[in-house]
């Protein structure tokens, strides 16, 4: 059998040589014999319990159950229990299928309402939240969405909402608009879309437009500082490739618990 060095395997991989040292400390990979001088030796099979890993992380951002659950496939695969990796990654497939139905019923949620609020007159539409009901106060709108004053405070901050001010004291005044409005950019956070996706959705929908919405969501504008994007800037699209991983992964393994002993 021929083996490969660290150097050779990280090429192979993609990777640097560090991040398979890395991989071997966490044990995530089978046994790496060594050489009588004290090199590591691959074979195909860290090979292809590397691409495994690979494969894996791409769906560890979803949550501390998917996180924890890819970790232990992960380890019960380089102990060579492909049964129980197996049955793990129909789990994190579940899990996954999860987050996307959640993120998908946040989308028909600001869609729905984006509809209602396209529909009002001009003159009901004085600015963004074209509030002209009875009013409550923060406390009272945090207390009635089941969210803290903090994160009313934030999503006003990152200019999700414009919250209209009582002329005579200042204090912030919600009506009927705004906490509709709350409650859409609350189910999009609880989805995990994040507070520059939702800007730019928003953003949108001031500008008239109410068909591209789902997009807007997904596709972060191309003078968006790269370097601070995350996966919720993008949610659908991490989701969806998470999904593609982890299928890839069940049948990777389904050939492993199908093969016979030798």
């Not at 705004?178 to 001031?206: D, G, H, P």
């Not at 068909?211 to 972060?220: F, G, H, I, K, W």
């Amino acid at each position: 059998m021929g083996y490969l060095r660290t150097s050779a395997v990280a090429k192979a991989a993609g990777l640097h040589p560090n991040t398979i040292r890395l991989y071997e400390e966490w044990g995530l990979l089978p046994e790496i014999p060594r050489s009588p001088s004290g090199y590591r030796l691959f074979s195909h099979t860290h090979l292809e319990q590397i691409k495994l890993i690979r494969l894996a992380f791409k769906c560890t951002i979803f949550g501390r159950d998917i996180k924890r659950t890819a970790y232990v496939l992960i380890k019960s695969a380089a102990c060579s229990d492909f049964d129980k990796a197996f049955d793990l990654a129909i789990t994190i497939k579940d899990l996954i299928a999860m987050e996307i139905r959640l993120a998908d019923d946040a989308v028909r949620y600001l869609e729905q309402w984006a509809v209602n609020y396209k529909s009002k007159t001009v003159s009901e539409q004085t600015d963004l939240t074209g509030s002209n009901s009875e009013t409550i106060s923060i406390r009272e709108a945090a207390a009635k969405l089941h969210v803290t004053v903090d994160m009313l405070r934030d999503w006003e901050r990152n200019n999700l909402i414009r919250i209209p001010r009582n002329p005579g004291n200042g204090y912030r005044m919600y009506g009927t608009d705004e906490i509709n409005r709350l409650k859409v950019i609350r189910s999009l956070r609880r989805s995990n879309y994040s507070n520059m996706a939702i800007l730019r959705t928003m953003q949108k929908l001031a500008c008239g437009s109410t068909e591209v919405l789902r997009e807007a969501l997904d596709t972060p504008d191309l003078d968006d500082d790269r370097s601070y994007l995350c996966f919720t800037d993008y949610l659908l699209t991490a989701l969806y490739t998470a999904r593609d991983s982890v299928n890839e992964i069940i049948q990777v393994l389904r050939i492993k618990t199908e093969s016979p002993m030798i």
